[in-house]
């Protein structure tokens, strides 16, 4: 066989393939595997409960989990700040990290000093796809983010696992993983649980009375990362949107996307590979079938777009984005806020441009109108963090305590 015999049947086998993986992922459960890659699990070799061996001190972390209206369970971390590990005097370090149901754990020490302190935030943590709560840079970001705390403002956080993913039981899906969060966010809020997030009719959704409400969803914020930027970002739609319940604090955006069918367009596998439809380009109409086949959407630019527009809903958005993210580029958050730029318009606006070192940002700010208030929306471009390391950074914990603190310290651009 020749050369060139050898080399067309060779790519002639790669298209094929090819061809046959694009199939493959047509199927629900195949692409959902693909897309959350739950299924990448390291609790079959490591051991939550053992929280030193991801940095953290013994009974400094409180696991608890929630169960969902389908009957799902949700595992949780609750994460103390360093300051009131020391100084409690219920001495949470003696606990034993035993996983409860929330009904039990909330009467633990640990979730009390957030729950009965009102001067206390907490932020949620929305982690993205693979791995659980606590892989990779996931632990290091909650010890970011707890670092902001002080006694006169305690930050306590919270990481949970979506449905099928490390201790969680269950498949991913929009609905499903959307709910996993609403459950979380009622547990803590003591609203009463909504049996669906998409249904309008059902009469659950219009509950806005709560029951022995614990914390206000104005001192929670909501921090999603890659994939969790859609998680979170349909959480708090949902809530305020359909639930219309009242809004948390703010939502913080990192390496997010537009929605899952544009964000195909031009994703690489950890910037490794072109982008995935890429081979398509010749064959719109074969790029238009698979995208039409894509069960879970995540349209994350079309629910800040009616955040945004919502004259009732309160809104504290950030969105950030590395400029050498090659696995999500820029552009993709870049989109969210080109989106919101028209969807504000002719408004009264307060604009202002930032540059300080190697991170520039623009803020909008405006009256909702309505019982909204003031909402403002930023967008933050960093020159360095890639698509991991924003949360654990200076720049990303700069972002955090803008969210809680409602300013930020700036330096003006001429």
């Known amino acids: 066989m020749g050369l060139l015999s050898r080399a067309y049947w060779t790519l002639a086998a790669a298209g094929a393939a090819y061809v046959l993986a694009l199939l493959a992922l047509t199927h629900p459960s195949t692409q959902r595997a693909a897309t959350y890659a739950h299924l990448v699990n390291p609790t079959y070799w490591q051991n939550l409960s053992d929280v030193e061996n991801f940095g953290f001190l013994r009974g400094q972390v409180q696991p608890f989990t929630v169960k969902t209206p389908d009957d799902q369970t949700i595992y949780c971390w609750h994460v103390l700040p360093l300051h ?3 100084t409690s005097e219920t001495s949470p370090r003696t606990q034993q990290p035993v996983v409860e149901d929330y009904s039990v754990a909330s009467r633990r020490p640990n979730l009390r000093l957030l729950l009965e302190d009102q001067n206390a935030v907490l932020v949620i943590f929305f982690h993205g796809n693979a791995g659980h709560l606590a ?23 919270i990481g949970f696992d979506y449905r099928g993913f490390g201790l969680s039981t269950g498949s991913p899906t929009e609905e499903g993983v959307t709910l996993d969060a609403i459950t979380l966010l009622s ?48 959480t708090y739609h949902a809530w305020t949107a359909q639930l219309q319940r009242p809004a948390p604090r703010a939502l913080v955006l990192f390496a997010g996307f537009t929605s899952l069918t544009k964000l195909l367009d031009t994703y690489s596998i950890k910037g490794l590979t072109p982008p995935l439809l890429s081979p398509l380009i010749a064959w719109p109409y074969a790029q238009t079938w698979f995208l039409s086949r894509i069960h879970d959407k995540w349209d994350t630019q079309s629910r800040l777009v009616e955040l945004v527009r919502a004259p009732d809903i309160p809104l504290d958005l950030t969105i950030m984005h590395a400029r050498d993210d090659w696995e999500i580029m820029w552009g993709n958050g870049r989109g969210n806020w ?40 930023k967008w933050e471009l960093m020159e360095r963090g890639g698509h991991n390391r924003l949360t654990t950074s200076e720049q990303g914990k700069l972002a955090v305590w803008g969210a809680i603190e409602g300013w930020k310290d700036s330096q003006a651009v001429d």
Not at 190 to 211: E, I, R, Y
């Open 338 to 377: 080109e989106a919101i730029l028209d969807a504000v318009g002719e408004k009264d606006i307060y604009t202002e441009k930032v540059k300080t070192g190697e991170l520039s940002w623009s803020k909008l700010r405006w009256d909702g109108g309505g019982e909204a208030g003031t909402k403002v929306v």
């Open 135 to 157: 892989s990779a840079h996931r632990g290091p970001t909650y010890q970011n983010f707890l670092s902001l705390s002080t006694p006169e403002r305690p930050i306590h956080v």
């Open 187 to 234: 547990h803590l809020t003591g609203h009463d649980m909504p049996f669906s997030v998409t249904d309008s009719t059902n009469a659950a959704l219009q509950s806005l009375k709560t029951t022995n409400n614990t914390i206000s969803p104005d001192r929670i914020v909501l921090v999603g990362q890659s994939m969790g930027t859609f998680v979170s970002t349909a």
């Open 84 to 86: 009131l590990y020391k």
